[in-house]
């Protein structure tokens, strides 16, 4: 996080250069999975507590996960294009 945030202000070049080294895609992509995955359980509680009817509470619970599935892959993608090429 520190080493990210020393890139702010930086161009382009520079942050995909930092990001195509020293396993920091990697940890790019590892923070990803974990940020998305802790979102996902954060508001499964929030549904599972707050969403009475069984219906609506199993589809927001898959409409829920897919977009926090889709997101994730949409991120991670980004990252292996900016870390290794167009």
Do not use: P
Request: charged share 10%; proline share 0%; net charge neutral.
């Amino acid at each position: 996080v520190v080493s990210a945030l020393s890139l702010i202000g930086a161009d382009y070049a520079v942050f995909r250069a930092w990001a195509g080294s020293h396993g920091n895609a990697m940890l790019l992509i590892l923070f990803t999975v974990i940020m998305f995955h802790h979102a996902y359980l954060g508001l499964q509680v929030v549904i599972e507590d707050y969403v009475h009817g069984e219906a609506v509470k199993t589809v927001s619970l898959v409409v829920t996960r897919f977009v926090a599935v889709f997101a994730a892959v949409s991120c991670i993608m980004a990252v292996f294009r900016l870390a290794f090429g167009n």
